[in-house]
């Protein structure tokens, strides 16, 4: 709107209007796109994480119900231990990718980063053998404990580990070590596969990229690591390594000392 003015006097007023209808209705349609994305990459995201603990589920399953004719007592029980293990797991992941939807800072208490990966490393045990694998771990003992999520934390080690398994070798080999640098605990994990090509690099932390799609790879183990790591004011860094096939990520977590008391399960 503004005045139409002859010698310097308001004559009248104009107004010139626009029907934004379409505009609008385009606007949260858009929005509406964009909200049923993220609920696709989210569900995509739950579907990626709880496949891992119920692969376990389904193998100790398996497992025990071809010994159950021959009542091996003490490999049942195991199996059922494992089940029970392995579904608590897909609730902790679940709460914990809630969370992460919602923007919510995860709860940390003092952990020990070896014994997160040790862990991670015999979860992920049978796949390694599946896969033909070799883990080897070089862990520096006396690490300073971190605070952190450790079920988050073994996530991305789990995440990582089984990308490096499916990197392409004939025979995979994973070198996962410990350190200790000023302020900061390094997490570093090493494949011989094929590497990732230079101009690919930078992507490989975004959703939904993967050289593996046709494998059934989703493109979001990396994506969730990073986010993961980033909660808990780290970085994660991909690197090709020179002297042979194969790639190196580094994970550097802040050292900051923390008494909280683990919670209740």
């Not at 379409?22 to 858009?30: F, N, R, T």
């Not at 992941?93 to 980063?113: C, G, N, T, V, Y």
């Not at 996530?155 to 990197?167: G, H, W």
Request: charge should be neutral.
């Amino acid at each position: 709107m503004g005045p139409l003015r002859q010698s310097e006097q308001p004559l009248c007023i104009t107004s010139i209007s626009t029907d934004v209808t379409s505009q609008k209705q385009a606007e949260e349609a858009l929005r509406r796109s964009e909200r049923l994305a993220s609920i696709g990459t989210f569900a995509t995201g739950i579907a990626h994480e709880i496949n891992n603990p119920l692969g376990a589920i389904l193998l100790s399953a398996q497992t025990a119900l071809r010994r159950i004719e021959n009542y091996d007592r003490s490999l049942v029980r195991n199996r059922l231990e494992e089940i029970v293990q392995q579904s608590k797991r897909c609730g902790r992941i679940a709460k914990s990718l809630l969370q992460f939807a919602r923007h919510e800072p995860s709860e940390k208490w003092s952990s020990d980063l070896n014994d997160v990966v040790r862990h991670a490393v015999e979860v992920t045990r049978p796949y390694t053998q599946q896969q033909q694998g070799i883990v080897k771990l070089q862990l520096r003992e006396g690490l300073p404990r971190l605070a952190m999520n450790p079920m988050e934390i073994e996530q991305v080690v789990i995440n990582l580990l089984r990308n490096a398994l499916q990197s392409g070798a004939d025979r995979p080999e994973v070198n996962i070590a410990t350190n200790f640098v000023p302020g900061r605990i390094r997490l570093t994990i090493r494949d011989n596969g094929d590497g990732v090509p230079g101009d690919e690099q930078h992507r490989i932390f975004d959703p939904f990229y993967t050289t593996r799609r046709r494998q059934g790879g989703t493109g979001l183990g990396l994506s969730l690591a990073d986010s993961i790591i980033r909660d808990h004011g780290g970085k994660i860094l991909a690197n090709n390594l020179t002297d042979h096939h194969g790639v190196e990520l580094v994970i550097e977590i802040p050292f900051e000392p923390t008494h909280k008391a683990e919670p209740n399960p």
